[in-house]
């Protein structure tokens, strides 16, 4: 599957806008497009055809803030479209595959939980909800059935969301395990990570 570059987003985000969706009366013509034409969604924006011919086929680098402000208005995106789009603005033009280097807590978050020591259990969570660190009673609480050092190893790192999906025993532990499942399901943070 390849991966959505901002022209491939801001074609699909067009192709749902139709002409009386953004104001614009049609003359009875039978349309090529399913939603906006080009040239239509350019001029809304206030940017020209061929700057946005350019920004859709991913010929012109990276779009200006108020760029992405007028598209964004006039394509009606929702708030997760919207970070989506700026995240795909961010990227290169033609970005190139790269694994991110694994998490690491910071040294002052790992002196932090060592001065904890096992009166208050804790739980250091990465991005993606992996455990980075944990004191003994954070461990006891999360996953005691889990290596109490396999935060310290990425290819072996606890992950909540993989627990609460795959793990009867963490399931076990919480009575309400149905409605944390859903919350796990709908995690926007999950999806804005994987966005970026």
Not at 70 to 94: C, F, I, K, Q, W
Request: hydrophobic share 40%.
């Amino acid at each position: 599957m390849d991966e959505e570059t901002l022209g491939l987003f801001l074609k699909s985000r067009r192709d749902r806008v139709t002409p009386a969706d953004a104001g614009l009366r049609t003359y009875g013509t039978t349309r090529r497009v399913p939603g906006l034409r080009r040239e239509e969604l350019a001029q809304l924006a206030g940017v020209s055809a061929g700057y946005y011919t350019r920004l859709e086929q991913d010929q012109a680098g990276t779009a200006s803030r108020q760029v992405l402000d007028a598209l964004a208005r006039v394509l009606g995106l929702e708030a997760a479209e919207r970070a989506h789009l700026d995240n795909l603005a961010a990227r290169p033009s033609a970005p190139g595959l790269t694994r991110p280097a694994p998490e690491r807590p910071h040294r002052r978050v790992l002196a932090l939980l060592e001065s904890l020591g096992d009166s208050a259990p804790a739980v250091v969570l990465g991005r993606r909800g992996e455990v980075l660190a944990w004191n003994r009673a954070g461990h006891a609480l999360t996953a005691e059935h889990a290596d109490f050092g396999a935060p310290g190893d990425p290819e072996r790192r606890p992950s909540v969301p993989r627990m609460f999906f795959l793990d009867p025993l963490t399931r076990d532990l919480h009575r309400n395990c149905l409605r944390l499942l859903a919350d796990q399901a709908a995690g926007q943070g999950l999806r804005e990570e994987a966005g970026r």
